[in-house]
């Protein structure tokens, strides 16, 4: 018995050994094992030299409202910029998202992109319902956010334009 009991101290003096100690002031001393201490303030935000901002687009001209014969050409610098921001998301690659994803941006008149909503979803053959609704949130997220890096010609007016998405796996 007197083996069974030590081995039982001893279990226990091992994980206070790996436990996290913190108090408050004029507190009593808590034992924490394993989980990080929470504090209860609210975060700081950061500050600007602490923040890492996202590469903005280089200034795009405003191709829609070019003829047709040159709206193609006007447009390369923009898909090329978009393309290679674009990334196919963690959990949509694992609910399978495939698709066209039409997404409704609103140019304002100093070139940003002030609005982006998602406007038609056409999901290409069969997804993985398990991750579905998370890998489609989080697509329309990844549009949404590399939109907004957009930079267009500044406009004596603001504009809206319709731009399509593919998604493909490869």
């Known amino acids: ?3 069974g009991i030590l081995t039982a101290i001893g279990c226990v003096l091992g994980h206070l050994a790996h436990a996290q100690t913190y108090a408050a002031p004029g507190m009593p001393l808590h034992l924490q094992r394993g989980l990080p201490v929470v504090s209860a303030l609210p975060p700081k935000p950061p500050t ?4 890492v901002a996202q590469p903005l ?8 409202h070019a003829p047709d014969s040159v709206k193609l050409k006007a447009a390369k610098p923009f898909y090329q ?4 921001k674009l990334t196919y ?16 941006l609103t140019v304002m008149t100093d070139g940003s992109v002030g609005s982006v909503i998602i406007t038609r979803r056409e999901v290409i053959g069969d997804a993985v319902p398990l991750y579905y609704a998370r890998g ?12 907004k890096l957009v930079r267009f010609e ?15 796996m490869q």
Not at 48 to 51: D, G, Y
Not at 57 to 64: Q, T
Not at 136 to 146: F, G, M, N, S, Y
Request: aromatic share 8%; hydrophobic share 40%.
């Open 48 to 51: 600007k030299s602490e923040t």
């Open 89 to 104: 998301p963690a959990n949509t690659m694992r609910a399978e998202i495939e698709g066209n994803f039409s997404a409704r």
């Open 154 to 168: 500044p406009g004596a007016a603001a504009d809206t334009i319709t731009i399509t998405s593919r998604f493909r």
């Open 136 to 147: 489609l949130t989080d697509l329309e997220a990844e549009i949404v956010r590399v939109m």
């Open 81 to 84: 910029f978009t393309g290679s």
């Open 57 to 64: 687009s280089p200034v795009i001209p405003r191709f829609w």
């Open 1 to 3: 018995m007197k083996h």
